[in-house]
């Protein structure tokens, strides 16, 4: 009896259809973490992390006037979080991130077999995008929380601590967005962007107050600023909180799309 209702009811066949965003999403991640995180890059995500605690441990052990170091705890975070997280790691870890799969794809020819698939284009972008974006805000929220524990005190009683955690939050998006659309339009990518954080954001953007308008980092300083105060985070000129939202919306929403276009030709470094 068994065997004949099985025969009667055979299974379905197996049916061909949009793909599932987040099961591509899942192996996505997984071929981005295991095409960046190379020793190299592990070393000088994890010197990032440490900088800013490393000075903490010298201010909060009284050795922080031997390397030029003073000020009170309040002082010394927001220095370290507006030079030594804001300028510094969060920029140079999504750099990293954010370039270094697309450009391993790109010289062995993984990235022309991918973009065959039935997977969205705007898809893969995205996915990219949010790997960079995650990992970029886990380890800047470590580094603003690491540095603000080791300072002595309660350094976060007046939200000095939060509202930079959402600022690098906030930050890490924006710059993965930025330095993902940068990887796909040009080889030159990893040098574009150290140029444009070392140029264009500490040295030309810190002199011309025009030119905050168009500093990822400023935009941070904007929204630590717009959660504590200016008496904690001064600002001397630049965006408004709402022209920083609005933008980086724009810049989120131009990188899928722009960077979904560009991989109908995706470059390969081989041909």
């Not at 690098?168 to 954080?197: C, D, H, K």
Request: charged share 10%; proline share 5%.
């Amino acid at each position: 009896m068994n065997t004949t209702s099985r025969a009667t009811h055979p299974s379905p066949a197996p049916r061909a259809g949009s793909p599932s965003f987040v099961a591509t999403g899942w192996v996505l991640a997984r071929m981005a973490w295991a095409r960046t995180m190379s020793p190299p890059v592990i070393a000088a995500v994890a010197g990032l992390v440490a900088l800013p605690m490393v000075f903490a441990l010298l201010f909060a052990t009284g050795a922080s006037a031997t390397v030029g170091v003073t000020g009170d705890a309040t002082d010394f975070l927001l220095q370290r979080y507006g030079s030594l997280v804001s300028g510094l790691a969060t920029p140079l870890i999504a750099l990293l991130l954010g370039t270094g799969v697309w450009n391993a794809e790109a010289e062995d020819g993984t990235l022309l077999y991918l973009v065959t698939t039935t997977t969205p284009r705007w898809w893969i972008v995205a996915s990219r995008w949010l790997f960079a974006a995650m990992l970029t805000g886990v380890l800047s929220v470590v580094a603003v929380w690491g540095t603000g524990m080791i300072v002595p005190g309660d350094q976060n009683a007046d939200g000095l601590v939060t509202a930079f955690s959402v600022a690098v939050l906030f930050g890490s998006a924006v710059y993965s967005a930025l330095f993902t659309l940068l990887a796909l339009l040009t080889r030159r990518a990893l040098m574009v962007g150290l140029l444009y954080v070392i140029v264009w954001e500490g040295a030309l953007a810190a002199t011309f107050q025009a030119l905050r308008y168009l500093s990822v980092r400023q935009w941070m300083i904007t929204v630590a600023a717009s959660l504590t105060g200016q008496n904690h985070v001064p600002l001397e000129g630049g965006p408004s909180t709402g022209f920083v939202i609005v933008s980086a919306i724009v810049v989120v929403l131009a990188t899928i799309w722009l960077g979904g276009r560009s991989l109908h030709r995706p470059r390969i470094a081989r041909s």
